[in-house]
């Protein structure tokens, strides 16, 4: 049989129909398991859970069908209570589909504890002020006493106690100091 017989042959057009067929046939019916198993078209909204405790969080959540996840702790926020949610992943308001996991960030009990720097003792005021501050410390009452060493840090206190190189202080303690004046004691 000759090729070109072969291309005209009514066996070839059924076979290729029937192809047609079958492709157009899967597709439809492969189209309709998706929409069916997908739950195309049913949302849930994400609820606005900024400033909730984790509790409030988790029973909206479930309310709405959708899954918690807790991400790591971000730095204090004095404008939030204690372990309440800060931020949310997806944002409040989208559309998502059921058993969605929406990522909260909690607010933690309180400013991270930082180490007191060594080396602050016997420096100058203005060479000890910008390190405290970038650690996120606050410079309190300074105070002058008879030493040599005009403004030299000569004691650092917080809250009426002496603090020592490597004390822990809450991030935003106010810190006290007492200088040198420049003065012969």
């Known amino acids: 049989m000759s090729l070109i017989k072969f291309l005209t042959s009514k066996t070839l057009l059924k076979q290729i129909l029937l192809a047609v067929v079958a492709v157009f046939v899967l597709s439809f019916v492969l189209l309709k398991w998706l929409n069916v198993s997908t739950n195309h078209g049913n949302f849930e909204t994400v609820p606005d859970l900024k400033g909730k405790s984790i509790n409030v969080a988790q029973v909206e959540l479930e ?3 959708l899954v ?3 991400q790591d702790s971000a730095n204090y926020n004095p404008d939030y209570p204690k372990f309440s949610v800060i931020e949310q ?5 989208t559309k998502v589909k059921e058993d969605r996991k929406i990522y909260i960030t909690l ?9 007191i720097p060594n080396g602050l003792i016997d420096k100058t005021f203005r060479q000890v002020k910008p390190n405290l501050e970038a ?3 606050k410079i309190g009452k ?3 006493v008879n030493n040599i060493g005009k403004d030299m840090v000569l004691k650092l206190s ?3 106690k002496t603090i020592e190189s490597g004390d822990k202080l809450a991030k935003t303690s106010v810190i006290d ?3 040198g004046n420049g003065n012969r004691p």
């Not at 607010?107 to 180490?115: D, E, L, Q, T, V």
């Open 158 to 160: 917080h809250k009426g």
């Open 135 to 137: 650690l996120g410390f």
């Open 107 to 115: 607010n933690p009990s309180g400013y991270r504890k930082m180490i």
């Open 142 to 144: 300074i105070t002058y």
């Open 63 to 65: 309310d709405n069908n």
């Open 68 to 70: 918690m996840k807790i």
């Open 177 to 179: 100091f007492e200088l």
């Open 89 to 93: 992943e997806p944002l409040a308001g």
